[in-house]
């Protein structure tokens, strides 16, 4: 399995940004896919995941600002943030899980190599 991540940078507090993540290899429909961040000296945090059936999970520091979006054909994994505030830098990694997709920051299967995010 690979997922590789796109679409990061640096973006002005009140932005907007969409994450990409392509993935290939078998992953369970069971599967919850998603995404999970990690900012210097803090842990790593779920903040989005979705399910095949099309249940979603956003953590309440994301709720509402964040989109999560899956395209089927192209094995393509999206995040759009917007409203972005400098506590949403970090690392944001793509990510897939067992278990609850509350679990993606603490108990993932697989996992990209990350994109930063920088929010100023």
């Known amino acids: 399995v690979q997922l590789v991540e796109s679409g990061g940078g640096s973006v002005q507090a009140g932005g907007s940004l969409r994450l990409s993540c392509t993935h290939s290899?078998?992953?369970?429909?069971?599967?919850?896919m998603g995404w999970f961040r990690q900012a210097p000296g803090k842990a790593r945090e779920g903040i989005a995941g979705?399910?095949?059936?099309?249940?979603?999970y956003y953590a309440g520091s994301v709720k509402g600002r964040f989109t999560i979006s899956h395209d089927d054909d192209a094995n393509r994994l999206y995040l759009q943030m917007r409203s972005l505030t400098p506590e949403d830098t970090a690392m944001y990694y793509c990510a897939a899980t067992g278990g609850p997709c509350s679990w993606l920051g603490t108990d993932y299967a697989f996992r990209g190599q990350g994109t930063q995010v920088t929010v100023s």
């Open positions: 290899g078998y992953i369970s429909s069971r599967h919850c």
């Open positions: 979705i399910r095949r059936d099309g249940d979603e």
